[in-house]
């Protein structure tokens, strides 16, 4: 294991994805990490659900920002503009809030990262309490697995 591997900050992120495979497998849907060694503006998790693809980039807040590396920023933006539907979906511990926000992105540059500007897509407090409409993060009819 690597020092990286070690950090908080990506034991949180890995809870994070844990909260969101179970969330999204709850209602039928899958999700799959996606490996480093793609590309280094790939994002994270590829969601599926009804047959809709999301690519979703997973962050905690540095303080009240999130931050892309700008490989990030130009991998969601070029995906967006081919139709894709790629977004960042961001945790805040402290508050237990979870914000996403679907690009196009405003963005401003915060020493070698860019800082999301724009307003966010969705946002919900209480997630590890299931105060989160998964609905308003992935925008398809939704229903609860009944297997």
């Given at each position: 294991?690597?020092?990286?591997?070690l950090?908080?900050h990506n034991l949180?992120?890995?809870?994070?994805?844990?909260?969101?495979?179970?969330?999204?497998?709850e209602y039928?849907?899958h999700?799959?990490?996606?490996?480093?060694?793609?590309g280094?503006g790939?994002?994270?998790?590829?969601?599926?659900?009804?047959?809709?693809?999301?690519?979703?980039?997973?962050?905690?807040?540095?303080?009240?920002?999130?931050?892309?590396?700008?490989?990030?920023?130009?991998?969601?933006?070029?995906?967006?503009?081919?139709g894709?539907?790629?977004?960042?979906?961001?945790?805040?511990?402290?508050?237990?809030?979870?914000?996403?926000?679907?690009f196009?992105?405003?963005?401003?540059?915060?020493?070698?990262?860019?800082?999301?500007?724009?307003?966010?897509?969705?946002?919900?407090?209480?997630i590890?309490?299931?105060g989160?409409?998964?609905?308003?993060?992935?925008?398809?009819?939704?229903e609860?697995n009944?297997?």
């Amino acid at each position: 294991m690597n020092t990286a591997e070690l950090r908080p900050h990506n034991l949180d992120e890995k809870r994070l994805y844990q909260w969101l495979r179970l969330n999204v497998k709850e209602y039928g849907g899958h999700t799959e990490r996606i490996e480093n060694s793609i590309g280094s503006g790939m994002p994270d998790v590829m969601v599926i659900v009804r047959g809709v693809v999301y690519f979703v980039e997973l962050k905690m807040f540095v303080k009240e920002d999130v931050l892309l590396r700008k490989m990030q920023y130009a991998w969601g933006m070029k995906h967006h503009k081919l139709g894709g539907r790629p977004m960042v979906l961001a945790w805040n511990m402290r508050q237990d809030r979870i914000v996403v926000w679907r690009f196009p992105l405003e963005v401003k540059v915060k020493g070698k990262y860019l800082a999301i500007q724009s307003e966010p897509s969705y946002s919900a407090l209480r997630i590890l309490e299931g105060g989160v409409d998964l609905s308003q993060i992935f925008p398809f009819t939704i229903e609860k697995n009944s297997v």
